[in-house]
Nanobody, 125 residues
Framework: QVQFVESGGGLVQPGGSLKLSCVTS????????MNWYRQVPGMEREIVAS????????KYVDSVKGRFTISRDNAKNTVYLQMNSLTSEDTAVYYC??????????????????WGQGTQVTVSS
């Protein structure tokens, strides 16, 4: 059974930092790209960052470039998202998922239908 368990969210002031973790199980972690998404109520889920399974190269949406860093630890089946210089626009529920490359897509396609419960990030003074 594929599982994603996100943690590390919370309330932080603008300009602050958080590090999210996502522990996975039920699939061969090291063979999949990993993505972080976020979702604001009433809006579609949007991808934030991705890291490949091969050379661990990374990709970010423009709004988080230079502020967020995605990384992975294959020994722990875990992917991380370090978030710095947070703003109110980063407030959302954050999710991770495994991905597979798709020739027509900029980011890996979600490999499994299941999602975790997410972790809430709230940026507010």
């Amino acid at each position: 059974q594929v599982q994603f368990v996100e943690s590390g969210g919370g309330l932080v002031q603008p300009g602050g930092s958080l590090k999210l973790s996502c522990v996975t199980s039920g699939f061969t972690f090291k063979t999949y790209a990993m993505n972080w998404y976020r979702q604001v109520p009433g809006m579609e889920r949007e991808i934030v960052a991705s890291i490949t399974s091969t050379d661990h190269s990374t990709k970010y949406v423009d709004s988080v470039k230079g502020r967020f860093t995605i990384s992975r630890d294959n020994a722990k089946n875990t992917v991380y998202l370090q978030m710095n210089s947070l703003t109110s626009e980063d407030t959302a529920v954050y999710y991770c998922t495994a991905g597979v490359p798709h020739p027509d897509l900029e980011y890996p396609l979600a490999a499994f239908p299941s999602w975790g419960q997410g972790t809430q990030v709230t940026v507010s003074s």
